[in-house]
T-cell receptor
Framework: AQSVTQLGSHVSVSEGALVLLRCNYS??????LFWYVQYPNQGLQLLLKYTSAATLVKGINGFEAEFKKSETSFHLTKPSAHMSDAAEYFCAVSDRDDKIIFGKGTRLHILP | DAGVIQSPRHEVTEMGQEVTLRCKPISGHDYLFWYRQTMMRGLELLIYFNNNVPIDDSGMPEDRFSAKMPNASFSTLKIQPSEPRDSAVYFCASSPRQGSQPQHFGDGTRLSIL
């Protein structure tokens, strides 16, 4: 069965600094991987997804993630944080036709 | 293009009352999911449907919870009787297929049981 682990329930970065949110997965087959963002009082919105094409995936709002099979990782990055990036971020994994399993989330705080 | 629509957005009721949460998925999506989100437990999958048929309800907490999908454009999640520990944000999501396609979430129903 697949699983996903997000390292750090809270991450703080300064405005303009690099954002790095970590996600490791476990899957018995090549997985589908997703990052979602949740703003206050809203549902989850898709940031980006990996479906076995390019290993570097670009998403909305300047975010990108790199699939590294050897490290079973799918970390989310953004070169320069903006105040509007403050939100909760969820990594998710799916084994082809199985359910999507969500991580516990990482709350990103942006310091002025 | 309308997204997933949930109603009501907020619900406050007293313990013991019946609560009904509603969801309209995106047209053409065959899968519908109900989630519960709390600070303590995070995001939990309660039940999901494929073509209006419940496939996996192993996440439903107990018999007080029930979900139905009478047609492709409507689903309900009922709690009867409600308890204070049911207070949470309940999300509905839909997707065109399982696995490879992302789920599209509604804005949720914030439920408070007094």
């Amino acid at each position: 069965a697949q699983s996903v682990t997000q390292l750090g329930s809270h991450v703080s970065v300064s405005e303009g600094a690099l954002v790095l949110l970590r996600c490791n997965y476990s899957s018995s087959v090549p997985p589908y991987l997703f990052w979602y963002v949740q703003y206050p009082n809203q549902g989850l919105q898709l940031l980006l997804k990996y479906t076995s094409a390019a290993t570097l995936v670009k998403g909305i709002n300047g975010f990108e993630a790199e699939f590294k099979k050897s490290e079973t990782s799918f970390h989310l990055t953004k070169p320069s944080a903006h105040m509007s990036d403050a939100a909760e971020y969820f990594c998710a994994v799916s084994d082809r036709d199985d359910k999507i399993i969500f991580g516990k989330g990482t709350r990103l705080h942006i310091l002025p | 293009d309308a997204g997933v629509i949930q109603s009501p957005r907020h619900e406050v009721t007293e313990m013991g009352q019946e609560v009904t949460l509603r969801c309209k998925p995106i047209s053409g999506h065959d899968y519908l999911f109900w989630y519960r989100q709390t600070m303590m437990r995070g995001l939990e999958l309660l039940i999901y449907f494929n073509n209006n048929v419940p496939i996996d309800d192993s996440g439903m907490p107990e018999d007080r919870f029930s979900a139905k999908m009478p047609n492709a454009s409507f689903s309900t999640l009922k709690i009867q009787p409600s308890e204070p520990r049911d207070s949470a944000v309940y999300f509905c999501a839909s997707s065109p297929r399982q696995g490879s396609q992302p789920q599209h979430f509604g804005d949720g129903t914030r439920l408070s049981i007094l």
